[in-house]
């Protein structure tokens, strides 16, 4: 497996990467769908369209369970899908070996940050609840910045703010806006299989790594 020397940083994706947020967004789907007199859907359905943001997500659930335009219906589904869904997102739980991953990154003295595009009122309600932002040095949400992944922006400002060179990070992610995001910014690109990568192969000659398990980055950062 390809080792990685002169490594002083970690970012993050949130979803499908630290963390299963697909059942409290199958949740707050349904009971938009539910409101607007549309036929909920079923969870791996919902889970394919997650990975490109909240309003691709509404749109997608609104023309699968109907044969509506979307955009007619989509400022009433959008305001209704956060009113749920602040309700259950810190209730989202990490993958199983998150946790010890970060610990053991912590331990190695590199600087890890989550960066996601994930509004900052969803993304730091489920770090705090599930404790995990004790060992993130950084927490960079799609509204810290201007532009989201899979604009390089958060990634540069994420190095910036951990007096980080691009080629002293590693970009971790399940998506192509990870992918994208990292080698526009210089980053290394380490991919995850276990996501959500909304139901598209994220094979990539831009991934310097795919790894099976996050627990690999130990092994895999000199």
């Not at 499908?16 to 059942?23: E, I, V």
């Not at 590693?170 to 980053?187: H, K, L, P, Q, R």
């Amino acid at each position: 497996m390809k080792k990685f020397t002169n490594i002083k940083g970690v970012f993050f994706d949130l979803d499908g990467t630290l963390f299963d947020t697909a059942p409290e967004l199958s949740f707050a789907t349904n009971k938009m769908l539910k409101d607007i007199d549309l036929q909920g859907l079923e969870s791996n359905v919902i889970k394919s369209f997650i990975g490109k943001g909240a309003d691709n997500l509404v749109r997608k659930s609104i023309s699968y369970s109907s044969n509506k335009n979307p955009e007619v219906l989509f400022k009433k589904a959008r305001k209704l899908f956060d009113k749920y869904y602040i309700l259950k997102a810190a209730q989202s739980l990490p993958y199983d070996g998150v946790k010890e991953t970060l610990i053991k990154l912590k331990k190695k003295k590199l600087s890890l940050a989550c960066v996601t595009n994930k509004p900052e009122i969803y993304t730091h309600a489920i770090l705090k609840k599930s404790g995990l932002i004790a060992y993130l040095d950084l927490v960079v949400s799609g509204d810290t910045v201007s532009k989201k992944k899979p604009d390089p922006m958060p990634l540069h400002y994420s190095c910036d703010k951990l007096e980080l060179e691009p080629k002293e990070a590693i970009m971790v992610g399940d998506s192509c806006n990870d992918i994208e995001a990292g080698f526009s910014a210089g980053t290394y690109v380490v991919t995850v299989p276990y996501g959500y990568q909304y139901g598209e192969s994220i094979e990539s000659d831009k991934v310097d790594l795919a790894i099976e398990n996050l627990n690999d980055l130990v092994t895999i950062i000199n």
